[in-house]
Antibody, heavy 121, light 108 residues
Framework: QVQLQESGPGLVKPSETLSLTCTVSGDSMRNNHWTWIRQSPGEGLEWIGRVHTSGDIKYNPSLESRLTMSADASKKQFSLNLKSMTAADTAIYYC???????????????WGQGVLVTVSS | DIVLTQSPGTLSLSPGQRATLSCWASRNLPKNRLAWFQQKPGQAPRLLIYGASIRATDIPDRFSGSGSGTDFTLTISRLEPEDFAVYYCQQYGSAVMYTFGQGTKLEI
């Protein structure tokens, strides 16, 4: 069974950089893309970006200028760095696996439990 | 990019009834690249349907997805008490980014 677990600070100061890590178990990581999604309190879902251990990376254009993602199959982890944080970035951050079938991919089949990140001084 | 609009915003039904949730895409989704998720309070979303109509692992057969192009539907044939939650559609047909609908709250 594939399991994902987010780790990182629950509180970040304005203008600082958020660093989150997702640890994967039950999967080698090499056959799928991996992704981050966030959900502001009481709001909907926003896709942040995706990464593959091959180096293929795609970001949400609205976050691209502040965002860096990476993946390390040997550690079974992938990570997110989001700089210049503001209150608008306060959200639950989820990591997830991107499912694939018949040569297509893009849906999210396994999720972590999420970590609430609050931006406040 | 591709905007998804879900309807209705809130759906009030009773256990045993049939639920029909709609999701419209602002542009055609090639190869029916649309998924549905269920989210309960305090939990991560759970994948129900992908490819517009393929049930994910361990999803009961009372959940079904249909549609193509820009119009998609999630149907729950006979509501169980545990089905009352928020439902989101998500598209992965865009080469630029993935997007979600705003959600439909299914309440008793």
């Amino acid at each position: 069974q594939v399991q994902l677990q987010e780790s990182g600070p629950g509180l970040v100061k304005p203008s600082e950089t958020l660093s989150l890590t997702c640890t994967v178990s039950g999967d080698s990581m090499r056959n799928n893309h991996w992704t981050w999604i966030r959900q502001s309190p009481g709001e909907g879902l926003e896709w942040i970006g995706r990464v593959h251990t091959s180096g293929d990376i795609k970001y949400n254009p609205s976050l691209e200028s502040r965002l860096t993602m990476s993946a390390d199959a040997s550690k079974k982890q992938f990570s997110l760095n989001l700089k210049s944080m503001t209150a608008a970035d306060t959200a639950i951050y989820y990591c997830a696996r991107i499912g694939t079938y018949s040569g297509t991919f893009g849906y999210f089949d396994y999720w972590g439990q999420g970590v609430l990140v609050t931006v406040s001084s | 990019d591709i905007v998804l609009t879900q309807s209705p915003g809130t759906l009030s039904l009773s256990p045993g009834q049939r639920a029909t949730l709609s999701c419209w895409a602002s542009r055609n989704l090639p190869k029916n690249r649309l998924a549905w998720f269920q989210q309960k309070p305090g939990q991560a979303p759970r994948l129900l349907i992908y490819g517009a109509s393929i049930r994910a692992t361990d999803i009961p057969d009372r959940f079904s997805g249909s549609g193509s192009g820009t119009d998609f539907t999630l149907t729950i044939s006979r509501l169980e008490p545990e089905d009352f939650a928020v439902y989101y559609c998500q598209q992965y047909g865009s080469a630029v980014m993935y997007t979600f609908g705003q959600g439909t709250k299914l309440e008793i």
